[in-house]
C-alpha cells in the first residue's frame, strides 16, 4: 500500500460509514434480516444434528429442523417483545413515583460524608428518567415499525437458500476460489454459531440468577429487569453495567428506608455478572471473540452512532465477520492482526 492511497483509503471508509448513516432506514432492516436469516441457519444446522442425524431419521424430514428453527426463533423474539411491552409503560409510571424518593436519598448520603447539600428539586428536573425510558420506548417503537420488512426479507432469503448455493459455483468458476468463499463463509457462521450460543445460554444464566435475586426481595417489575440483562449482555462491556444499574437503582427507590434490599439485588447482580462474565464466558467462547478490547470498544462506538442501539448490538458478530473478511485478502490481512488482541486472526 503506497502512501497515496492511504489518504484515499481513510475517505473511503469515512464515505461507506455515511452512507451506512444515511441510508439506514434502507439498509437497517436487511442487516438484522441477515442476521435472524444466519441464526435460523445456525439453529437448523444444529437441530439437525441433534435429531435428524442422532435419530437417524430420513431425509425427507430435514424441513422439520428448519421449521423447528424458526419456531424458537420468532417465540424468544415474542417473548422479548411481549415482556417489554406490558412493563415498559408500568416501569416508567412508578419511576414517576419513586422519583421523589431520589432527594431523601442524596440527602442522606451528603449528610453522612459531610458534603454540602445538593439541590435535589433542580437536579430532578435535569435528570428526567421517565422521559429517558420513554425515549428509549420511542427508539423502539420505531424500529419495530420496520419489522414487515425484515420478516419479508428472512422469508425470500430462506426461499433463496438453495439458489445461492447454486450460483456460487457458477459465480466462481475456479474450484479454488470457490473453495476458498466456502471455507470463508464456513469459518464466519462457526465463529458467530459459538459467539452467539454461548452468549445467549451465558446471558439466559445471568438473567435467572439475577431475577432470583430480585424475587427474593420481591422487587417489582423483576421480570422485565430480567429480560433488559438478558437483552443488554449482549452489548459488550457497557451492557452489562447500564442492566446492573438500572435494578439497583430502582431497588433502592422502591425500598427508601432500608438499604437491605439495594444490598441483596447488588450482591447477586453484581456476583452473577462478574463470576460469568470474566470467567464463564470467556472460558466457552475460547478464541472466538480475539479481539482488542480498544477496537471492540471502538467498534461499538461506531456501529452504535450509525445504527444506534441496533448497531451496539450487532457491533462485536460486524467485527468478527470484518477481521475474518480482511485476513482472507492479503492486501488487508496486517488490518486483521491489528484487530486482533494477540496478533492472531480469527
Not at 434502507?26 to 442487516?31: A, E, G, T, Y
Not at 470467556?282 to 479481539?291: E, H, R
Request: net charge positive; no cysteine.
Amino acid at each position: 500500500m503506497n502512501k497515496t492511497s492511504i489518504p484515499l483509503n481513510i475517505i473511503l471508509i469515512f464515505l461507506i460509514l455515511y452512507i451506512l448513516k444515511a441510508t439506514q432506514n434502507i439498509i437497517l432492516p436487511f442487516v438484522v434480516a441477515l442476521f435472524l436469516w444466519a441464526l435460523i441457519y445456525i439453529l437448523d444446522g444444529t437441530y439437525r444434528d441433534l435429531f435428524i442425524k442422532k435419530l437417524k431419521l430420513p431425509n425427507w424430514t430435514r424441513f422439520l429442523s428448519k421449521i423447528l428453527s424458526i419456531i424458537t426463533i420468532t417465540g424468544i423474539i415474542y417473548f422479548i417483545v411481549v415482556g417489554i411491552k406490558s412493563n415498559i409503560g408500568n416501569v416508567s409510571e412508578t419511576f414517576s413515583k419513586y422519583q421523589q424518593n431520589i432527594g431523601g436519598i442524596i440527602n442522606r448520603f451528603t449528610t453522612y460524608l459531610n458534603l454540602k447539600p445538593i439541590n435535589t428539586t433542580e437536579l430532578l428536573q435535569e435528570v428526567n428518567i421517565p422521559k429517558l425510558i420513554n425515549s428509549v420506548v420511542q427508539n423502539f417503537a420505531s424500529f419495530l415499525s420496520s419489522t414487515t420488512m425484515v420478516l419479508l426479507y428472512v422469508i425470500f432469503l430462506i426461499l433463496e437458500e438453495k439458489s445461492i448455493i447454486k450460483k456460487l459455483p457458477l459465480l466462481f468458476k475456479d474450484k479454488k476460489n470457490l473453495a476458498k468463499v466456502n471455507d470463508v463463509a464456513q469459518k464466519i457462521f462457526s465463529k458467530i454459531r459459538i459467539y452467539i450460543l454461548v452468549k445467549f445460554y451465558m446471558s439466559l444464566l445471568t438473567a435467572i440468577i439475577s431475577y432470583i435475586g430480585m424475587i427474593s426481595v420481591n422487587l417489582d417489575f423483576a421480570l422485565f429487569w430480567a429480560i433488559l440483562i438478558f437483552l443488554l449482555n449482549f452489548i459488550p462491556n457497557i451492557g452489562s453495567i447500564i442492566s446492573t444499574a438500572f435494578p439497583m437503582l430502582f431497588s433502592l427507590l422502591q425500598y427508601n428506608d432500608t438499604f437491605l434490599p439495594f444490598m441483596v439485588v447488588s450482591i447477586v447482580i453484581i456476583s452473577a455478572q462478574l463470576i460469568i462474565g470474566n470467567f464463564l464466558d470467556p472460558k466457552l467462547t475460547g478464541s472466538t471473540l480475539n479481539l482488542s478490547p480498544v477496537i471492540l470498544i471502538l467498534s461499538l462506538v461506531i456501529w452504535g452512532y450509525i445504527w444506534g442501539i441496533i448497531g451496539m448490538f450487532l457491533s462485536v458478530p460486524l467485527m468478527i465477520i470484518l477481521i475474518i473478511i480482511l485476513n482472507e485478502i492479503p492486501k488487508t490481512k496486517k488490518l486483521a492482526i491489528i484487530l486482533a488482541e494477540d496478533g492472531e486472526t480469527l
